[in-house]
């Protein structure tokens, strides 16, 4: 089992960049697949960007593309999304999340951080 929590978030203006953090505790975090969703206003969760157990693959929403990057640090059990170019309509709350297997573009995690805050103002 892992416990992960985020940080990082806050308000920015458009055209700010962010980076999101997420701490993993727990045994063999290098184990699992790690993911970034998010969840704005009125809407449900969306996927944003995954990343395989050793951090060689990554994967993107079309939406974010060239815009978010995601890594890991294995050895310090951590997890990140660097933003840049932001919008407005990037705001959302921004959860951390694993999964046993490999990475995967769906929702289908099986443990979730609490969430940060990303608000991007015009």
């Known amino acids: 089992q892992v416990q992960l929590v985020e940080s990082g978030g806050g308000t920015v203006q458009t055209g700010d960049s962010l980076r999101l953090s997420c701490a993993g505790s727990g045994r063999a975090f290098s184990n699992y697949a790690m993911g970034w969703i998010r969840e704005a206003p009125g809407k449900g969760r969306e996927f944003v960007a995954a990343i395989n157990w050793s951090g060689d693959r990554t994967y993107y929403a079309d939406f974010v593309k060239t815009r978010f990057t995601i890594s890991r640090d294995n050895a310090k059990k951590m997890m990140y999304l660097q933003m840049f170019d932001l919008r407005p309509e990037d705001t959302a709350v921004y959860y951390c999340?694993?999964?046993?297997?490999?990475?995967?573009?769906?929702?289908?995690?099986?443990?979730w951080g609490q969430g940060t805050q990303v608000t991007v103002s015009s």
């Open positions: 999340a694993a999964k046993n297997g490999g990475a995967t573009i769906t929702l289908t995690y099986d443990y």
